[in-house]
């Protein structure tokens, strides 16, 4: 009997499904990242899909990471217009993650704060997920109309 294949360590929490098979990327899909911290990658993307840095151009999926309670306030709308029905993800900073310290003046947002923000610019929230170890996100659709 051959001994068991060690299995690689994942951070608690962490499914092991690739980033962004989890967010819903898919073949053919331009995804834009807005307002995405330095060096953030989603690692390897489905086959003809493509990345986009910025709130330009057409995208079929659209992850917003907000660093503060006031820009997740004044950008939400403009935000939502640019997904134009997208999906969109928005992010925040885990509390717990290595980029929690607060710096002063600045109000993180929250997993509660973001849902309300959404809700309130006619979202429906779907899921949320485990980015990396820093960032959580809550993905939002438009709400249907009756």
């Known amino acids: ?7 690689p360590a994942r951070p608690a929490g962490y499914s092991g499904t690739p980033l962004p098979q989890k967010l819903g990327v898919k073949s053919g899909m331009t995804v834009a990242l807005v307002s995405a911290p330095p060096g953030f990658s989603l690692g390897p993307l489905p086959p003809d899909a493509k990345l986009r840095r910025g709130a330009r151009g057409r995208a079929d999926l659209v992850i917003w990471f907000v660093g503060s309670r006031t820009a997740l306030a004044w950008e939400i709308r403009r935000i939502v ?4 029905g997208a999906p969109l993800w928005i992010a925040w900073r ?13 109000t993180p947002p929250t997993e509660q704060t973001v849902r309300d923000a959404g ?6 929230d779907s899921k949320v997920c485990a980015i990396d170890p820093e960032w959580s996100g809550l993905r939002f659709t438009p709400r249907r109309s009756r």
């Open 119 to 124: 809700l309130s610019a006619g979202l429906v």
């Open 94 to 106: 885990k509390q717990t993650g290595p980029g929690a310290s607060r710096r002063a003046g600045i």
């Open 1 to 7: 009997m051959k001994p068991a294949r060690p299995r």
């Open 81 to 84: 217009e640019y997904a134009a």
